[in-house]
């Protein structure tokens, strides 16, 4: 089945440590997001890529980076930078911007 | 003005009424709209793309006004199942890339 794999389903972060979550997608899509979504909020954009090789900045990247060294792929680290990282991490591809996005089913990020 | 701005409700229905939320946008250049669903604690599924001419899917339709730029969204014969967060999602339009997601307008249907 074609879908979106994100990986862990739940991660714990210490103070200081980076931390890498995984998305991964099998429905041959262009562009891939990243979106965080706390209690009772709106989805927030981290980052985007339309293409392999390339990412910009979405609404709020401070404390976070991403790579796209494959079309599958596209992770989020969350650096201890991000001072505020508990969240709802969401992943999500399209065939091309603007077209509906198909979502994983989410990373939770706690801090221990 | 907010980017994509939503009744946060809830809204507090009987089981069989038909309810129904709008959206407004900022965005004039926005070309695509689309109504998503999210169960609590649960990514956001696509329910239904919003076209101008308006549609509709089973008991779900879906109005576009671009002069007042709202959409709106309209639940026949309403399921408990239905019970959820309602998302309005807007492209960026205007050159710009992806989609605003409004914060959600949460329904509960009540036997």
């Known amino acids: 089945d074609g879908g979106i794999t994100q990986s862990p389903k739940y991660l714990f972060r210490k103070e200081g440590q980076n931390v890498t979550l995984s998305c991964e997608q099998n429905l041959n899509h262009d562009a891939m997001y990243w979106y965080r979504q706390d209690p009772g909020q709106g989805l927030r954009l981290i980052y985007y890529s339309q293409i392999v090789n390339d990412f910009q900045k979405g609404d709020i990247a401070e404390g976070y980076s991403v790579s796209r060294e494959k079309k599958e792929s596209f992770p989020l680290t969350v650096t201890s930078a991000q001072k505020n990282p508990t969240a709802f991490y969401l992943c999500?591809?399209?065939?091309?911007?603007?077209?509906?996005?198909?979502f994983g089913d989410g990373t939770r990020l706690s801090i221990l | 003005r907010k980017e994509v701005e939503q009744d946060p409700g809830p809204f507090n229905v009987p089981e069989g009424a038909t309810v129904a939320f709008n959206c407004t946008y900022s965005?004039?250049?926005?070309?695509?709209f689309f109504w998503y669903r999210q169960d609590c604690r649960k990514e956001p599924k696509l329910l239904m793309s919003?076209?101008?001419s308006g549609n509709e899917d089973g008991r779900f339709t879906a109005q576009l006004n671009r002069a007042s730029q709202y959409i709106s969204l309209l639940i026949r014969d309403s399921k408990l199942s239905d019970s959820a967060t309602y998302l309005c999602v807007v492209g960026r339009g205007g050159g710009a890339d992806g989609l605003t997601f409004g914060k959600g307008t949460h329904l509960i249907i009540q036997p």
């Open positions: 965005n004039s250049a926005s070309q695509s």
């Open positions: 919003v076209y101008s």
């Open positions: 999500a591809s399209s065939p091309l911007s603007n077209q509906p996005q198909h």
